[in-house]
Structure formats: structure tokens, C-alpha cells
């Protein structure tokens, strides 16, 4: 069972930057990806950012790129990994609801979701 906790977001005015992280405990972690999800009422929800843990290789949606940054911890462990998602030069768009899920690296689904986090970009 692996278990997430996320932490960050808030309010940001447009222009401004906020910080989003999630640790993934329990299983061998290493073994999965981890990603950050958003959704607004009425919309699908959207893939912004991915990351592998154990590699730290990275993908980033075209909507957000050249503004979200998303890493991992270097910390030598295999059974907690925490992922950060940096999100700078936010736009009102970017208002919605994040969440950080995980999935296991030879699977295409994400099968475990932390509990979401509002972000809210307004002057």
C-alpha cells in the first residue's frame, strides 16, 4: 500500500510562483511515478507534470511548460519519495484543484490519489 500526503498551494497573485509537494510512502516507491493532476469544475482532468522516482526523469505538459518545474528528492530511499511541483509565472488558468497521484512504473494507470490541494491564482 503506498500512501501520499500533499502539502502547498493556496492563493497566488498572477505572475506569483507557489510550491506543491507530495511524499509517497510504503511500498518500494522507486518503482513508481508520480504525477500531478488538476481539475476545474466542467473540465477533464489534465496531466501537468509526471515525474519517475527512481530516475528523476520528467514530463511537462505543454500548457504548462516553461513554468512548472517538477522534481524529486535525492534522498537515498527506495520506500519514501517526495516530488515537487514548482509553479512559476501563474495565470487565473491555473486556478484549480491539484492532485498528486502514483502509479506503478510498468502500468499506464494512476491508481493511488492524494486527497487534492486548491490553487488559486487572482489579483
Known amino acids: 500500500q503506498v500512501h501520499l500526503v500533499e502539502s502547498g498551494g493556496g492563493l497566488a497573485q498572477p505572475g506569483g510562483s507557489l510550491r506543491l509537494s507530495c511524499t509517497a510512502s510504503g511500498r518500494i516507491v522507486a518503482d513508481y511515478v508520480m504525477g500531478w493532476f488538476r481539475q476545474t469544475p466542467g473540465k477533464e482532468r489534465e496531466l501537468v507534470a509526471a515525474v519517475t522516482l527512481s530516475s528523476g526523469v520528467t514530463h511537462i505538459a505543454d500548457s504548462v511548460k516553461g513554468r512548472f518545474t517538477i522534481s524529486r528528492d535525492n534522498i537515498k530511499s527506495t520506500v519514501t519519495k517526495t516530488a515537487t511541483l514548482k509553479m512559476n509565472n501563474l495565470k487565473p488558468e491555473d486556478t484549480a484543484v491539484y492532485y498528486c497521484?502514483?502509479?506503478?512504473?510498468?502500468?499506464?494507470?494512476?491508481?493511488?490519489w492524494g486527497q487534492g490541494t486548491q490553487v488559486t491564482v487572482s489579483s
Open positions: 497521484a502514483v502509479r506503478h512504473r510498468t502500468q499506464s494507470e494512476y491508481g493511488k
